[in-house]
């Protein structure tokens, strides 16, 4: 994706909904390119086109949300990958982040073999040139197009990872990492059995939010990966509490 790409997200993103036109005339490019530039992006199914105009809506779906504070995620993935070595096996959740992860691994690692019960990731990184994909099955939940339920935790009784990545809803500092969907988070906690290390991918915003059901407690987390905008007195549990954080900036989001 190219930077072009990302200022089309993040304009969207704040926007919602903006005509090709103006669009156009705000990146400094022909009508055709932008065109040529949403094609992709509706590929992606990370927008939608409309007659004249281009929309993004953050409903619970995973290429919509993929939009919002993309920079950031992307900095977040990227931090994430670099903690994964060539030739290692990892499991990989469901979220934007876990996503974006996903996709850089798969274009910079060699032979690594991904885990995941994420059937939106599975799709959004099969043209990618490296990476092994390993789809579970389970009960399929078309909005998040996440595969979740016991027939998950079958499947992935037969594989060791050495990390598991997950995106969250929100945070309790007594609790931990929460979600929204308790279906979900059996599952994480089903896959998390089967895994050294556990990782957190979240944007900051997340900590000001606290979700239905718990998903992973803190005692359990090795790593956090979020920006630096997470609040101090948090930070400072984490410290406490021995957990890795990597901070990447805000800036020019």
Known sequence: MTNRHTKILEVLSE?????????????????????????LLEEKGLIRREHGYASIDLADDVGKRLAYHYTIKRRIAQAAAASVQDGETVMIESGSCC????????????????????????????????????????YYQKDSQVLVGPLTRKCAEIFFADKFFIGVDGFMEKTGFTGNDHLRAQTVQDLAEQVRQI???????????????????????????????????????????????????????
């Not at 909904?17 to 949403?38: F, H, P, W, Y």
């Not at 992860?101 to 274009?107: F, I, R, S």
């Not at 948090?234 to 021995?242: M, Q």
């Open 15 to 39: 926007n919602k909904r903006m005509e090709v036109t103006v669009l156009a005339g705000l990146l400094d490019v022909s009508q055709v390119t932008i065109r040529k530039d949403l094609d």
């Open 199 to 253: 990782l957190v991918l979240t944007d900051s915003e997340k900590f000001s939010h606290q979700g239905m059901v718990g998903l992973v407690q803190i005692k359990d987390v090795d790593a956090v990966y979020t920006d630096d905008k997470i609040p101090a007195h948090i930070e400072a549990h984490f410290t406490e509490k021995a957990i890795t954080l990597c901070k990447v900036s805000s800036k020019g989001e």
């Open 99 to 138: 996503t974006l992860l996903a996709e850089e691994l798969a274009n910079t690692k060699r032979d690594v073999t991904i885990v995941t019960n994420s059937a939106f990731i599975a799709n959004h990184i099969r043209y990618a040139p490296h990476g092994k994909i390993i789809l579970l099955g389970g």
